[in-house]
């Protein structure tokens, strides 16, 4: 079932630049955006550019009250100086009213070398804002280590004095992990979908889940300005959220398709339309979603 609030259909990708499609989002609608926008026209993304503070003003007037947004960003080096791009951006972001609620690394565990005179560069920024307190947070939670979980040790002594010690361990096992997080990057690691690496500056796909999980509950709205690869929304579908996105590339929301579309629930679009038959293709079939324009192949008809 499609599922639309006011001007806009959920569970859908639109290629346009976001600020236009922003506009048919309502006020307070959105739960959770997780995005990278293109960094100091790093890569210059088919000559597309966008207009910060005004994306910056739709996305704080589109997110719910306790809302987050999850902003992933590095800074070019630009004649020998680092931009330092990000920090402005995440000022503007407290001085239009978001919090700055936390200031996360994205490190890479394998980075690109790069030669010159400075260290590897091995992380970004992910900037967490939120609009008033986040209404949602569940966190991730990792194995405490043996010595982290030890307790103080308990001394009793027997009837002829000599001592017995006791160790109790603390009820919970688990820790909040940090907020640095670690992830292998490129082929089979971001993702193992191969055809996402036809662009060429995604963010892996843990990372979106990660800030997904944190962020929001399944059935919350997630949002991607940005959407290159697609990779917020496969992740949004693939844990039962709701998503919305946008790229002004042609070529990228096609890709972004027909990701999506292989992780749908069998025999249905991911818009939630039921697929059409189309052809046979010796042992598999071609079905597709007129209202997407999307095509994937399946097993035998009526397999799916
Ligand atoms: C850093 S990439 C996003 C990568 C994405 N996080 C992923 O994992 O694949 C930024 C994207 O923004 C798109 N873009 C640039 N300007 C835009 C605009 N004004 N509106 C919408 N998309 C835009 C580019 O086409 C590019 O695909
Ligand atoms: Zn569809």
Not at 159 to 171: H, L, M, N, P, V
Request: hydrophobic share 35%.
């Amino acid at each position: 079932m499609t599922e639309i609030i006011e001007g806009i259909e959920l569970n859908q990708i639109y290629n346009e630049d976001c600020l236009d499609g922003m506009r048919r989002i309502p006020d307070n609608s959105v739960d959770l955006t997780v995005t990278s926008p293109p960094y100091d026209n790093l890569r210059m993304y088919q000559g597309f550019s966008f207009d910060f503070e005004r994306v910056a003003a739709e996305l704080y007037r589109i997110t719910k009250d306790g809302g987050v947004v999850v902003w992933v960003v590095g800074d070019a080096t630009i004649k020998g100086s680092e931009t330092g791009t990000s920090f402005r951006q995440a000022l503007h972001f407290t001085e239009i009213g978001f919090n700055l609620h936390d200031t996360m690394i994205y490190q890479k565990k394998n980075p690109t070398p790069l030669r010159g005179n400075r260290y590897q560069q091995s992380f970004e920024y992910m900037f967490v804002f939120s609009k008033g307190k986040p209404k949602t947070f569940n966190p991730i939670k990792t194995k405490k280590k043996y010595m982290e979980n030890r307790k103080v040790k308990h001394y009793n002594r027997r009837a002829d004095g000599t001592q017995i010690s006791r160790e109790y361990k603390s009820e919970d096992d688990m820790k909040v992990i940090s907020n640095i997080w670690t992830y292998t990057v490129g082929l089979n690691n971001s993702t193992k979908d191969k055809d996402a690496f036809n662009h060429p500056a995604i963010f892996p796909e843990k990372l979106a889940e990660d800030h997904i999980l944190s962020w929001s509950n399944e059935g919350d709205v997630v949002f991607d300005p940005f959407l290159g690869s697609g990779t917020t929304v496969k992740m949004a579908l693939v844990n039962n959220r709701k998503f919305i996105g946008f790229d002004i590339s042609e070529e990228y929301v096609d890709l972004s398709k027909h990701r999506l579309i292989r992780y749908a629930e069998d025999g249905f679009c991911y818009c939630g339309k039921e697929l059409i038959w189309q052809n046979d293709f010796d042992e598999v079939c071609l079905y597709s979603c007129l209202d997407c324009e999307v095509d994937v192949f399946k097993g035998s008809k009526g397999g799916i």
